[in-house]
């Protein structure tokens, strides 16, 4: 059964720490992972998509890692800011098309 | 661009009663979705739509109805709301159905059937 599992369910960092964030996936055939940033009563906003033959990617402050052979990504976040607290989502692409979400980690930054 | 908008914000519904939830998106995308976040759970597709006049089952549809009559809008209908239906409904689309097209996400609708 194609699973996306998330580490951990909840984090609560100070202000200016690093962090970060564990996705696990059983997914096959794979195509890609994206991660999502979702705010509090906001929808998902696309971070980062990640290929078969990508190790890392960075968009500003957030770094994403694959590793295809272990099926695991990761999500580092530098120097935290208030605004990083949101929920941070892992979706896989399966055959190119079908989708599996996973249930998101839940970032607190404390000031 | 106002993106993916979705009405109404929020919604309370007595058990039985029927409702609409709007979706217009300005972007010209072809392909639409309905997804339901529960709590402490990954999205779930509802139904998805490729272009005006198609529309088809994802994961969860039962209780729910879509209808896809332009490109712009993509209403979710829900007849005979029941407490299991209580959730928070995003509505997104995107320029094509691989997973490496982006998908664009309104703001939600956050429901209650009590």
């Known amino acids: 059964k194609n699973q996306v599992e998330q580490s951990p369910q909840s984090l609560i960092i100070l202000e200016g720490k690093n962090c970060t964030l564990q996705?696990?996936?059983?997914?096959?055939?794979?195509?890609?992972l994206r991660w999502y940033k979702q705010d509090t009563g906001r929808g998902p906003v696309s971070l980062t998509i990640m290929t078969f033959s990508e190790n890392t990617k960075s968009n500003g402050r957030y770094t994403a890692t694959l590793d295809a052979d272990t099926k695991q990504s990761s999500l580092h976040i530098t120097a935290s800011q208030l605004s990083d607290s949101a929920s941070y989502i892992c979706v896989v692409s399966a055959n190119n098309y079908q989708l599996i979400w996973g249930a998101g980690t839940k970032l607190i930054i404390k000031p | 661009n106002a993106g993916v908008t979705q009405t109404p914000k929020f919604r309370i519904l007595k058990i039985g009663q029927s409702m609409t939830l709007q979706c217009t998106q300005d972007m010209n995308h072809n392909y639409m979705y309905w997804y339901r976040q529960d709590p402490g759970m990954g999205l779930k597709l509802i139904y998805y739509?490729?272009?005006?006049?198609?529309?088809d089952k994802g994961e969860v549809p039962n209780g729910y109805n879509v209808s896809r009559s332009t490109t712009e809008d993509f209403p979710l209908r829900l007849e005979l709301a029941a407490p299991s239906q209580t959730s928070v409904y995003f509505c997104?689309?995107?320029?094509?159905?691989?997973?490496?097209?982006?998908?664009?996400f309104g703001p939600g609708t956050r429901l209650t059937v009590l």
């Open positions: 997104a689309s995107s320029s094509g159905t691989s997973g490496y097209n982006e998908q664009f």
């Open positions: 739509s490729v272009g005006a006049g198609i529309t």
């Open positions: 996705c696990n996936y059983t997914v096959s055939p794979f195509s890609n």
